[in-house]
């Protein structure tokens, strides 16, 4: 990849149901018209449009990145989550990322999201995979929007630490005074603790113009009314598919947040082989087929079932 200035790692698709519009087939002519070398899908708690981002992509001779922007638990205050953006290194981390957030959606979902649960990220399951701070939403930027360096301090060494080499400051800058004040504190963080910053925006829909069609999306998803004055407005008109030239006048002041866009994409590149079936192997007890294990697990859950749906023995 020849130097491309920067290179997009925040990209949510209409498979980010409740707040964005963008098609990934017109997510990649934007793309392709900038001339952009790479770009990453990262829809929210899930990667079910990764298959056919994937095919767009390579069609078009771009390369694709898979991201996850994902929750996490927040075990001080489980009402207000942490974000995290994840993105594969490489399949082990492609991997890694599938068994999350399926983890999280079996075992941690809360108020209709799957959260990511601290204790989960450890060497294995982080293996591969590069992640970003998540800017204002991130535990970081809450803390630094807290005014509490301390805390944020704490909250970038540990996330170091689960990522190591791995783990870049995420700065924004979408139209949002909380933007730019998480934006130059953690510039000033980076500095202190010796940290890579990266420089990423926000693309929830492909033109300005499109803004109020996203904010209606939004709207419905919230049951909310779009001409309620007091509703509350999550999203700016800014947050549209950035050409490389706006992002490089937008971080003219941050040039090496610019630079680690570029340098994460080329830390990003594995192939996907798709157009086969792959089962996964079903071991059995020694001695019983499968048919005979899966009689046998049917009527163990049977069992089970009943006892939860008439906890009476004499009804069951």
Known sequence: MSDPGYVHLRLRSEYSISDSIVRIDDAMAAAAADQQPALALSDSANLFGWVKFYRAAIAKGIQPLCGLDSWVTNPEERDRPHRLLLLAADLAGYRNLCQLISRGWLENEYRGRAELH?????????????????????????????????????????????FPGSFYLE???????????????????????GLPLVATHP???????????????????DGEMLANPRRVRRFTPEQ????????????????????????????????????????????TPEGM????????????????????LFPDPAVR
């Open 118 to 162: 601290p204790g989960w990220l450890g060497a294995d399951q982080t293996r591969g995979i590069i992640a970003l701070s998540g800017a204002a939403s991130g535990e970081v930027g809450q803390w630094l929007l807290a005014g509490n360096r301390s805390r944020a301090e704490e909250a970038a060494l540990r996330l170091s630490g689960l």
């Open 171 to 193: 700065v924004q800058r979408h139209g949002t005074p909380e933007s730019e004040s998480c934006t130059r504190e953690s510039a000033r963080l980076a500095v202190r603790l």
């Open 203 to 221: 693309i929830q829909f492909i033109a300005v113009d499109d803004f109020r069609a996203h904010e209606a999306r939004v709207c419905i998803a």
């Open 240 to 283: 549209y598919f950035k050409s490389r030239a706006e992002m490089t006048d937008l971080f003219a002041d941050l040039p090496e947040a610019l630079a680690n866009s570029v340098e994460i994409a080329r830390r990003c590149s594995f192939s996907m082989k798709l157009g086969e079936s792959r089962l996964p192997a079903f071991p």
């Open 289 to 308: 087929g499968v048919d005979e294990y899966l009689r046998r697990l049917s009527a163990q859950g049977l069992v089970a079932r009943m006892a939860k």
